[in-house]
Nanobody, 123 residues
Framework: QVQLVESGGGLVQAGGSLRLSCAAS????????MAWFRRVPGKEREIVAA???????YYRDSVKGRFTISRDNAKNAVYLQMSSLKPEDTAVYYC?????????????????WGRGTQVTVSS
């Protein structure tokens, strides 16, 4: 059974930092794109960052320069370092992965999902 499990969410003041982690099990994702999405209640889930098995990283414009996605294939894990956090970053953050050799920025392109971790940024 494939599982993606997020951790590292919490409450932080504006301007602060958090590091999210996602541990995968049940299959390896070294040839997949791994990504972070987020969802605010009442809104569509949106992509935050995506790191393919090879090639360029994607960031949504609003997080460029503040967030960094990284992955450790040996640990089958992906991370999101978030800095200079803003109240508008408050959301549930989800880890996701595609099938092998797929890249996508839309949630429909991802076959594997975690359950999410809450990030709350206070002003």
């Amino acid at each position: 059974q494939v599982q993606l499990v997020e951790s590292g969410g919490g409450l932080v003041q504006a301007g602060g930092s958090l590091r999210l982690s996602c541990a995968a099990s049940g299959r390896t994702f070294s040839s997949s794109t791994m990504a972070w999405f987020r969802r605010v209640p009442g809104k569509e889930r949106e992509i935050v960052a995506a790191k393919p098995w090879s090639g360029s990283i994607y960031y949504r414009d609003s997080v460029k320069g503040r967030f960094t996605i990284s992955r450790d294939n040996a640990k089958n894990a992906v991370y999101l370092q978030m800095s200079s956090l803003k109240p508008e970053d408050t959301a549930v953050y989800y880890c996701a992965a595609t099938s092998d050799y797929q890249f996508a920025t839309a949630q429909g392109g991802y076959q594997y999902w975690g359950r999410g971790t809450q990030v709350t940024v206070s002003s």
